[in-house]
C-alpha cells in the first residue's frame, strides 16, 4: 500500500527531458478532420488553428466559409459545388505545415491551396504546391520574397507585401514626425523584410536610425527593449511586431506613458490585435490593409460586413476579407478560364481585376501578372482608443492609397515569373 | 549606460518576482508529488479567463481574490479524479497526462473565450508610471511584485508554523516516514496540489491586467519557470525564488547588449548551472542528482 502511494522519486534528467517537451508543446497540435464529398472541387486551407496565430488564421477561415457559401448558393464553379477542407498548420512549425499541404493534396486531392498567415509557413508550403502543381493563393504570409525573388507560376498573394507596407507610411511618419526613427522588429522572416524596408525608405529620406531591437516571436515582456528605446531618444517608435506581441508591446508602452513622450507609429496594424488591447493602449498611426468602415457608398462592402456580422457578431477585420477575396478570386478565375486546370486558372489570374462585390474598397484592385501580387489600397490612418460614438469603430481613415503607388515595381521585387508553358 | 543597466536590472526583478510565483506553484507539486506538471500554465489561464468573466460582477478586487480560489477548486478536482491516479507511477505517466491537460485546457479556453485575445485593464490608480525617471516602474507592477511578495511570505508561514506546512515539508523530505506515522499522505498531496494551483490561478490574474488574455498566454510562461526550477535547485522553495529573480534580471540585462539573446540567457545560465552545479543553487544534495 505505502510504496503504491509513494511517488518514485523525480531525477534531474526527468525535469531536463520535460522542459524539451515544454518546448514542444508550444508546435504541437490537434487533426481537424473534415467531412468531404466526391464530385466537389475542394479547396484545402492550411492555416494556424491554434497558438499566436490562432485568431487571424480563424478570421481568414470565416472569410472563406462566406464565399464558398455564396458561391455554392449560385450554382458553385462551372456548376460544381465547392468545398472548403480546413486543416490546423499550427502557428510556428513549417514541419506540421507542409504535413497538412502534402496531406490535403496526396491524399484529400484538393484543386486549390490556402495558406498561410505566417510567412515563413507561406514560403514553406509554396514548395510543395509549386511541386505538386496545384494553384495557391496565399491569404496573408507578408514576407517580400513570396511574390518576389521566390516567386511561383502557381502561387499568388492577396495581403500585401512587407515593402509596400513600408512604403505606404515612411513618407508620412518621417515628415509628420520626425527623422530619428527606433525600432522593434520580430526575429523572423516577416519581421527582417519589413525592417529592411522601413530602413531603405528612412535612408532615402534622409533619416537615422537610433537601434533596433530584434524581439523574439511570442515575447511577453517588452520593458527592457522600451527601456532602451526610450534612452535612445528617437522621434518615432516604430513598432513591427504583430499580433499577441503587438497588443502585449503597446499595452507595456502606454502603461509606461512612452506614447506621451515619443510618437509610436508602425507600419501594419490589425483589427484582431486592436480589439485585444485597453482603450488606452490604442494609439498612434498605422495602416490597415483592409478597414470594414470606409467613406462613401458601398453597397459590395455593406453586403460584405452584414454577412460577416450575421455569422460572428462582429466586423469583418482585414484577414477575415483576405479569405473572402483569396476564394471570389479563384472562382472568378476558373469562370473565366472555363476550366479548374491550374496552369489555365494561374495565366486567367494573372492581371484580373476583382470586381466591386468583391473587392469591398476604392481603387482599382487587381493581381498583378509579373509578380502575382495583388494591388490592395493601404488605410492610413490613427487608432481612436473608444471610437467615435461607435465602439466598433476603432480606426480613424486619414487617406486610402492605392497599391500601385505603394508597390515597388517587377522588376524591383526580384520575381522572374516562368509560366509553364 | 550605467542607469540603463541598473533601470534593466530593477525591471528584471519585476519580471522575475513573476516567473517566481509561477514557480514557487510548481515546485510545491512536484516536491511533493512528484508531478511535473505540464498543464500549470493552463491552470495560469484558467485563472486570468474566470477574473475576466468576474470582473464585471465582482470588480478588479473581487475577481483577484476569488478567481485564484476558483482556480483552485478546479485543480483539486483534477487531482482527485487524474493526477491521483498515476502517483507512484514512473515520472513519464504524469508528464504524459498533464500534456494532454494542457492541450485539453488551451483548446477547452478557445472554445468558450474565442482565439482572439481579450482587453483587460487595470484600475487607473495603478496603470500609471511613478516617476517620469523611472517610467518603467508603473503602479501595477509594484503591485503585483507586492502581491507576489505577500504570497511567498505567506506561504512560507504556512510551511513552517501550520501543522499540514510541516507534513508537506516533511513529506518532500521523506514521505514514506510521514505516510508510517500514519499521516493521511493522500489529503495532503491533494492540499498541496491545489494550493501550488491558486498560486497559478493568482500569478493569471496578475498577467492578465500585466499582458491581457490569450489561450496560450500560459506557454511563454512555463518555460521560464521550469528554468527557475533548474537553476535555483529542485526540491526547494527558496532556490525556486532566487531562480526566478534571477533569470528574469540576466534576461533584462542581456536585453541591454543582445536584444535577440534575451531569452536564450535563461536556457545558457540553465547550461551553466547544469554542468557547474547540477543540483542547482539552493538544491538538496543527493535528492535529485
Given at each position: 500500500m505505502v510504496s503504491r502511494i509513494i511517488a518514485r522519486p523525480v531525477n534531474r534528467r526527468t525535469i531536463l527531458k520535460s522542459a524539451a517537451a515544454a518546448g514542444a508543446l508550444q508546435i504541437a497540435s490537434p487533426f481537424v478532420i473534415s467531412a468531404r464529398a466526391a464530385d466537389n472541387i475542394k479547396i484545402g486551407l492550411d492555416n494556424p488553428l491554434t497558438g499566436t496565430y490562432a485568431a487571424p488564421g480563424k478570421n481568414e477561415e470565416i472569410g472563406c466559409q462566406l464565399a464558398v457559401d455564396q458561391i455554392n448558393a449560385k450554382g458553385g464553379i462551372l456548376g460544381r459545388k465547392i468545398e472548403l477542407l480546413s486543416e490546423d498548420s499550427t502557428s510556428g512549425d513549417a514541419g506540421a505545415a507542409v504535413q497538412k499541404a502534402r496531406k490535403l493534396i496526396e491524399r484529400d486531392k484538393i484543386d486549390f491551396l490556402v495558406g498561410n498567415v505566417n510567412s515563413a509557413l507561406a514560403q514553406a508550403i509554396a514548395q510543395v504546391s509549386n511541386e505538386k502543381g496545384v494553384l495557391h493563393i496565399v491569404p496573408g504570409g507578408h514576407t517580400d520574397?513570396?511574390?518576389?525573388?521566390?516567386?511561383?507560376?502557381n502561387v499568388f498573394r492577396v495581403c500585401n507585401t512587407t515593402r509596400m507596407e513600408a512604403n505606404a507610411v515612411s513618407q508620412l511618419l518621417y515628415t509628420k514626425y520626425g527623422k530619428k526613427w527606433h525600432f522593434i522588429t520580430p526575429d523572423y522572416a516577416f519581421g527582417h523584410t519589413l525592417y529592411q524596408g522601413c530602413e531603405a525608405n528612412l535612408k532615402k529620406l534622409g533619416g537615422t536610425i537610433t537601434g533596433n531591437e530584434l524581439t523574439p516571436l511570442?515575447?511577453?515582456?517588452?520593458s527592457s527593449y522600451l527601456i532602451k528605446a526610450r534612452a535612445a531618444n528617437p522621434d518615432v517608435l516604430v513598432v513591427l511586431v504583430q499580433g499577441n506581441d503587438m497588443v502585449n508591446c503597446l499595452k507595456q508602452i502606454s502603461q509606461f506613458g512612452i506614447d506621451k513622450q515619443i510618437h509610436v507609429a508602425g507600419t501594419q496594424q490589425e483589427l484582431e490585435a486592436v480589439e485585444a488591447?485597453?482603450?488606452?493602449?490604442?494609439?498612434g498611426v498605422w495602416m490597415f490593409e483592409w478597414y470594414w468602415k470606409q467613406a462613401g457608398a458601398n453597397p459590395g462592402l455593406d453586403k460584405f460586413v452584414s454577412e460577416i456580422r450575421k455569422r460572428t457578431g462582429k466586423v469583418p477585420t482585414a484577414r477575415t476579407w483576405f479569405g473572402y477575396v483569396t476564394i471570389h478570386a479563384y472562382a472568378l478565375a476558373c469562370e473565366k478560364a472555363k476550366t479548374i486546370e491550374a496552369k489555365t486558372v494561374a495565366k486567367a489570374l494573372g492581371d484580373m481585376e476583382l470586381p466591386d462585390d468583391v473587392k469591398c474598397q476604392p481603387n482599382k484592385v487587381y493581381f498583378r501578372g509579373g509578380d502575382h501580387q495583388l494591388m490592395l489600397s493601404a488605410f492610413i490612418g490613427e487608432l481612436m482608443s473608444k471610437g467615435d460614438g461607435d465602439p466598433e469603430n476603432l480606426f480613424k481613415v486619414n487617406s486610402v492609397v492605392s497599391g500601385d503607388s505603394i508597390a515597388p515595381s517587377v522588376a524591383e521585387t526580384g520575381c522572374q515569373m516562368q509560366m509553364p508553358a | 549606460m550605467s542607469q540603463l543597466i541598473l533601470f534593466n536590472i530593477t525591471n528584471g526583478l519585476i519580471v522575475g518576482a513573476f516567473y517566481a510565483l509561477m514557480a514557487i506553484g510548481l515546485s510545491l507539486i512536484l516536491n511533493l508529488s512528484g508531478v511535473i506538471n505540464f498543464a500549470h500554465g493552463g491552470f495560469l489561464v484558467i485563472g486570468g479567463y474566470l477574473s475576466y468573466t468576474l470582473t464585471p460582477y465582482l470588480g478588479f478586487w473581487g475577481a483577484l481574490i476569488v478567481a485564484p480560489f476558483l482556480t483552485a477548486i478546479i485543480g483539486w478536482l483534477v487531482e482527485r479524479l487524474l493526477i491521483r491516479r498515476v502517483y507512484g507511477r514512473d515520472p513519464l505517466y504524469s508528464l504524459l497526462l498533464t500534456f494532454g491537460l494542457a492541450f485539453i485546457i488551451e483548446d477547452g479556453t478557445r472554445q468558450i473565450w474565442g482565439a482572439q485575445g481579450l482587453p483587460v485593464s487595470v484600475p487607473a490608480a495603478l496603470s500609471k508610471p511613478l516617476s517620469y525617471e523611472f517610467f518603467f516602474i508603473t503602479g501595477y507592477r509594484l503591485f503585483m511584485v507586492a502581491m507576489v511578495a505577500v504570497l511567498i511570505v505567506l506561504l512560507f508561514v504556512l510551511l513552517r508554523y501550520t501543522r499540514s506546512g510541516i507534513r508537506v515539508r516533511a513529506g518532500t523530505l521523506d514521505l514514506e516516514t510521514v505516510s508510517a506515522l500514519g499521516i493521511n499522505v493522500r489529503a495532503l498531496r491533494s492540499l498541496n496540489f491545489s494550493v501550488g494551483i491558486f498560486l497559478a490561478g493568482f500569478a493569471g490574474v496578475l498577467a492578465a491586467g500585466q499582458l491581457g488574455l490569450d489561450p496560450n498566454m500560459g506557454d511563454g510562461l512555463l518555460m521560464p519557470s521550469f528554468i527557475a526550477i533548474i537553476v535555483g535547485g529542485v526540491g526547494s522553495l527558496t532556490g525556486t525564488l532566487l531562480g526566478g529573480l534571477l533569470i528574469g534580471v540576466a534576461a533584462g540585462v542581456t536585453a541591454v547588449f543582445f536584444p535577440s539573446a534575451s531569452d536564450a540567457i535563461m536556457y545558457v545560465m540553465m547550461a551553466i548551472v547544469l554542468l557547474v552545479r547540477p543540483r542547482g543553487l539552493l538544491g538538496e544534495e543527493g535528492m535529485l542528482s
Open positions: 520574397p513570396i511574390t518576389g525573388k521566390d516567386c511561383k507560376w511570442g515575447i511577453t515582456d517588452f488591447m485597453p482603450p488606452e493602449a490604442r494609439v | -
